[in-house]
């Protein structure tokens, strides 16, 4: 087995197992892993970016999402919204 290097080969061997959503701060999806996606919430809430860890039910699945920053080297804060 080959691992390549780089964020992209961590991307592609997860892409399975993990949904992803690259959000600005108020919660703008900017990057999702699939079309239409929108930021993963509790049920009737906002995005709130405070929220890191929480668990939530999509289509019967028990999902456990991960939100953490992501600073860009111009300074410009994203969020990463994981399941």
Do not use: W
Not at 7 to 20: E, P
Not at 60 to 70: D, K, M, N
Request: hydrophobic share 45%.
């Amino acid at each position: 087995m080959t691992c390549q290097r780089g964020l992209g080969s961590a991307f592609a061997a997860l892409k399975q197992d993990v949904l992803y959503r690259v959000l600005s701060a108020q919660g703008e999806v900017l990057l999702p892993a699939e079309q239409q996606a929108q930021a993963f919430t509790l049920p009737g809430m906002a995005f709130d970016p405070t929220l890191t860890r929480f668990d939530i039910m999509q289509e019967g699945q028990l999902l456990h999402v991960a939100t953490f920053p992501l600073t860009r080297p111009q300074g410009a804060l994203l969020c990463a919204n994981c399941a």
